[in-house]
């Protein structure tokens, strides 16, 4: 398996806090995404990175922020959580932008 | 906007049947199609990865196939087992934007 660590894996957090999940790789890979798994949506890509301090936009990023400070951590902050916030996220890597892409194991985050 | 369908939804097999999958989308000028597994609560596990110039790819008993012309992927899973049991999804890539399916869920009956 791929050495892709996301962090919590569950969490339970109320409507209007701050929440921060961590994706961590030992790959060394240069682009890592944030996805959102829905009933009814499937995945949904939020904002990916393309090196240290480069990211972009995906698909639903509204709400959403992220950082990468260094290769290995990809982190994605929730300004303000809301119950449309509630999901499983999940973390990719891969090593350019068309290769294959690996996926974390997932974080379940629920807003109440 | 890339849209990505999967047809059956949900598929019940018994054990030993060859099956195919498909995956259909909407824009061809895509750099890879991918397919992936999902368990139950788990991630994705890769299972093949078809670039766009290439016609198929091959792993063990899965094999996919890729016309971007048709806008068409097949995965072809043979001798299925129960093991094989799970959520099959496949993504058509762009530059560093996958386009999901909804997946089709495959039971194998022992």
């Known amino acids: 398996d791929a050495g892709i660590t996301q962090s919590p894996r569950h969490k339970v957090t109320e409507t209007g806090t701050p929440v921060t999940l961590r994706c961590h790789q030992t790959e060394n890979h240069r682009y890592m995404y944030w996805y959102r798994q829905d009933p009814g949506h499937g995945l949904r890509l939020i904002h990916y990175s393309y090196g240290v301090k480069d990211t972009d936009k995906g698909e639903v990023s509204d709400g959403y922020s992220v950082s990468r400070s260094k290769t290995e951590d990809f982190l994605l902050t929730l300004e303000s959580a809301t119950s449309s916030q509630t999901s499983v996220y999940f973390c990719?890597?891969?090593?350019?932008?068309?290769?294959?892409?690996?996926f974390g194991q997932g974080t379940r985050l629920t807003v109440v | 906007k890339q849209e990505v369908t999967q047809i059956p939804a949900a598929l019940s097999v018994p054990e030993g049947e060859n099956l195919v999958l498909n995956c259909s989308f909407t824009d061809s000028a895509i750099y890879n199609l991918q397919w992936f597994r999902q368990d139950p609560g788990k991630g994705l596990t890769s299972l093949l990865l078809?670039?766009?110039?290439?016609r198929e790819q091959t792993s063990g008993r899965l094999n996919a196939s890729l016309d971007k012309s048709s806008g068409r992927s097949t995965l072809y899973i043979a001798a299925s087992q129960p093991g094989d049991s799970a959520t099959y999804l496949c993504?058509?890539?762009?530059?560093?934007?996958?386009?999901f399916g909804a997946g089709t869920r495959l039971t194998v009956k022992p």
């Open positions: 993504a058509a890539g762009g530059a560093a934007d996958m386009r």
């Open positions: 078809i670039q766009s110039s290439q």
């Open positions: 990719a890597i891969s090593e350019s932008g068309d290769t294959e892409a690996f």
